[in-house]
């Protein structure tokens, strides 16, 4: 389950919908992604083929991420079964 997040606007979006601060040609990918990580229990139930789960390093070590277009990443991390600090971050 998402228990929270690191981006008000991605927050906005998983809780009414509203596109004010996310890309709006993002929102059909986005769905499904916040869908499957509110259901997910470990970051290895984000492993979809396509999405590009990966571990990160450095700041982020412990956090990981999937693709949502481009160089836009969802990210997070896990405290025991909930997904955390959920973000979206355009990696340049």
């Keep these: 389950m998402i228990r929270t997040f ?3 606007g991605l927050q ?3 809780e009414s919908g509203s596109e004010a601060g996310i890309q709006p040609h993002h929102a059909p990918r ?3 992604l916040l869908v499957r990580l509110d ?13 590009r789960l ?3 390093a450095g700041d982020l070590a ?5 693709t949502v277009n481009g160089n836009w990443r969802l990210t997070f ?7 955390v600090l ?7």
Excluded at 86 to 92: F, G, P
Aim: no cysteine.
């Design 30 to 32: 986005l769905q499904r």
């Design 6 to 8: 690191a981006h008000k």
């Design 54 to 56: 990966h571990p990160l």
């Design 39 to 51: 259901l997910s229990r470990a970051p290895e139930d984000m492993n979809v083929p396509g999405w």
């Design 12 to 14: 906005a979006f998983f």
């Design 62 to 66: 412990g956090h990981y991420a999937v």
């Design 77 to 83: 991390r896990f405290e025991g079964e909930d997904a």
């Design 86 to 92: 959920v973000d979206y971050q355009d990696y340049h």
